[in-house]
T-cell receptor
Framework: SQQGEEDPQALSIQEGENATMNCSYKTSINNLQWYRQNSGRGLVHLILIRSNEREKHSGRLRVTLDTSKKSSSLLITASRAADTASYFCATDVGAGANNLFFGTGTRLTVIP | KAGVTQTPRYLIKTRGQQVTLSCSPISGHRSVSWYQQTPGQGLQFLFEYFSETQRNKGNFPGRFSGRQFSNSRSEMNVSTLELGDSALYLC?????????????????FGPGTRLTVL
């Protein structure tokens, strides 16, 4: 089974609004990462937050991590049509390994 | 610097056949990981190679295998294809395996190979 579950599965907003996606995971983690995937294409790394961090910013992205609740959220502010994509959280639970466990993904549609 | 390249981009096979997919990592990257993405199971880790050695393997049957060459290029092979093997196969490269030297090594993903099994 997958490591993470994301909520909501799909989100549709107007351009300029903020989008919030949530990710929950099951076991202790070293790091949590967020990726973006345009329809049927490869994944683009957005941001990484370490297990000892609580919040991180990168441009219009804000990620929070609550290890006590085993959850993370991704906020995209002032969304643009080009933000339309699927967003995945991924955790790495093994030391020295590149095997990421991905969430189920949130499909974001930004309406111009 | 060129990104991760995967060939072929699209592939159609029939049940029982075998298939080989190729991944060329970013120049200088020595770690290659493979993932399978399906609508039902999402993104799942297949295996990871570093310096021509398999370092980690996901929970997939032995029909799924891979290898890495001395130039870091990697191939994965699926034998006796089943309908359920239809998926997008993604490869990712990184400089070193994860957490090497105490740092998380970002993985760069290729565009994927879309495999359809009829």
């Amino acid at each position: 089974s997958q490591q993470g579950e994301e909520d909501p599965q799909a989100l549709s907003i107007q351009e300029g609004e903020n989008a919030t996606m949530n990710c929950s995971y099951k076991t202790s983690i070293n790091n949590l990462q967020w990726y973006r995937q345009n329809s049927g294409r490869g994944l683009v790394h957005l941001i990484l937050i370490r297990s000892n961090e609580r919040e991180k910013h990168s441009g219009r992205l804000r990620v929070t991590l609550d290890t006590s609740k085993k959850s993370s959220s991704l906020l995209i502010t002032a969304s643009r049509a080009a933000d339309t994509a699927s967003y995945f959280c991924a955790t790495d639970v093994g030391a020295g390994a590149n095997n990421l466990f991905f969430g189920t993904g949130t499909r974001l549609t930004v309406i111009p | 610097k060129a990104g991760v390249t995967q060939t072929p981009r699209y592939l159609i096979k029939t049940r029982g056949q075998q298939v080989t997919l190729s991944c060329s990592p970013i120049s200088g990257h020595r770690s290659v990981s493979w993932y399978q993405q399906t609508p039902g199971q999402g993104l799942q880790f297949l295996f990871e190679y570093f310096s021509e050695t398999q370092r980690n393997k996901g929970n997939f049957p032995g029909r799924f295998s891979g290898r890495q060459f001395s130039n870091s290029r990697s191939e994965m092979n699926v034998s006796t294809l089943e309908l359920g093997d239809s998926a997008l196969y993604l490869c990712a490269s990184s400089v070193l395996p994860g957490l090497a030297g105490g740092r998380v090594n970002e993985q760069f993903f290729g565009p994927g190979t879309r495999l359809t099994v009829l």
